[in-house]
């Protein structure tokens, strides 16, 4: 008897000692609690990202060594319009999906979301769209995280939480940038502001996926720029006028992406269709200018953009391939395809701004992005992580003008505005997109 007593004696001092423990570190709990969580959505995702990219890599080459595939870009385009139209409507929304379940979470997001996406983003490059990839990280990711929700318990804020630490986790390793990444989770849902009670899950989840998609022995593109001016009145007046031009592109391809799927929606009421027509138009004009530069990453130009002056029409016909692609409704991101718009615009811009070329370059694929997506703060941390901190004012001023410039439009139509640009659109505040 007197054992037992001692036993629960010491038992109850050493759980009163461990609450005192935690009542003067508060964090430790939440820090060991969320550590946990995203070292599991790390594994989860960063592997997830590895086999992607490794799929994509194999379906882009196969492609570029058997042309005749994008005369089939339209069959391609119908069937995933059936795999969506009987089987996957409630998915459909892809991105603004998971955001709008981050601002009022009800339902868990369906597991086939990321089978789904992968298999009509694959499908899509196969075939020859001009699509990205970070549609495609971003919903597996999410879809992926989400069924966690219910064994871990989590209630509305922890869960929207959950979802932010998985975008970061599908952004930081698709692309390599784990610090671009947990911004990008942060920022892109709320224009404005930022969720802080998430920037611990935000950072440990993107670092680790994007550390688990290196263990998978899976390489990113590295860019670089070669000349950097030192900072001056002269570059950063120029870099000011580069950016107007990065954002008034921004707001041209959000417009127009939007009002091209509109176009579509309206004219061909059975959705399977669309994806065919596009198809059809996509593939007829690859064989008609005689190259395939235009569609699929375009990787091979992005990284040309910074060694030599590129011409105005690339970016152009980039952003028209792009936008009839997804705009039919193939699957895949923006994001890529906007490195490509942006990157090749600056190049071309060389001819008349009196920068580098390849900082110029660097200058526009982030800040197209910048504007497109509404998330300056990730893009400047993007464009350190890519190309050096050497470049970071000239690419930070670059991604603010463009974000300015670009007004209250984004290629994700149910971003909330949080905090309008400036005070003359106070209105704005609580209001996605769709209704501004």
């Known amino acids: 008897m007197t054992n037992r007593k001692q036993k629960k004696s010491a038992a109850k001092k050493t759980q009163i000692r461990f609450n005192l423990f935690f009542r003067k570190f508060p964090a430790i709990p939440y820090i060991i609690k969320w550590l946990l969580i995203c070292l599991i959505l790390g594994i989860c995702i960063g592997s997830a990202s590895a086999g992607f990219l490794v799929s994509l890599n194999w379906a882009t080459n196969f492609r570029e060594n058997h042309l005749w595939l994008i005369a089939l870009l339209p069959i391609g385009g119908l069937l995933i319009g059936l795999l969506y139209n009987y089987l996957g409507r409630d998915i459909e929304a892809g991105n603004n999906l998971l955001i709008d379940s981050i601002h009022d979470p009800k339902k868990t997001i369906p597991f086939r979301m990321a089978p789904f996406v992968y298999i009509g983003t694959i499908t899509t490059h196969f075939f020859g769209g001009s699509a990205g990839r970070e549609g495609t990280a971003l919903q597996m990711a999410g879809a992926i995280a989400d069924q966690f929700t219910k064994p871990f318990k989590l209630n509305s804020g922890e869960r929207k939480i959950l979802l932010i630490s998985a975008i970061a986790a599908g952004f930081g390793s698709i692309f390599g940038t784990p610090l671009a990444g947990a911004v990008f989770g942060l920022e892109v849902f709320l224009i404005g502001r930022i969720k802080y009670d998430a920037i611990f899950p935000a950072f440990a989840s993107a670092i680790l996926a994007d550390l688990v998609t290196s263990l998978w022995q899976v390489k990113h593109t590295h860019y670089h720029i070669p000349i950097i001016p030192h900072i001056a009145a002269l570059p950063i007046i120029y870099s000011i006028l580069a950016g107007i031009a990065f954002g008034l592109c921004a707001a041209s391809f959000s417009k127009t992406i939007h009002y ?13 269709l669309r994806p065919f027509i596009g198809g059809i138009i996509v593939s007829a004009a690859v064989f008609a ?3 395939t530069k235009y569609i699929g990453l375009g990787i091979p130009t992005i990284l040309e953009s910074f060694d030599q002056q590129l ?3 690339d970016f152009a016909l980039k952003m028209a391939f792009t936008i009839l692609t997804l705009s039919a409704g193939f699957k895949g ?14 190049s071309a811009l060389s001819l008349f701004i009196p920068l580098p070329t ?3 370059a660097g200058m526009g694929f982030v800040a197209v992005f910048a504007g497109a997506t509404n998330t300056p703060l990730a893009c400047m941390l993007m464009a350190i992580e890519l190309f050096g901190a050497e470049c970071g004012i000239y690419a930070a001023i670059a991604c603010v003008v463009s974000y300015l410039l670009s007004g209250h439009n984004s290629i ?3 971003q909330v505005v949080g905090e309008p640009k400036n005070s003359r659109f106070e209105s704005y505040s609580g209001k996605n997109i769709n209704q501004l």
Do not use: D, H, N
């Open 289 to 291: 200018i005689g190259t």
């Open 333 to 346: 991101g923006e994001v890529t395809p906007l490195f490509f718009i942006g990157a090749a615009l600056g």
């Open 260 to 272: 091209v799927s509109a176009v579509f929606k309206s004219k061909i009421t059975y959705a399977p």
């Open 412 to 414: 994700y139509s149910r």
């Open 358 to 360: 390849g900082l110029l």
């Open 311 to 313: 011409p105005f029409y």
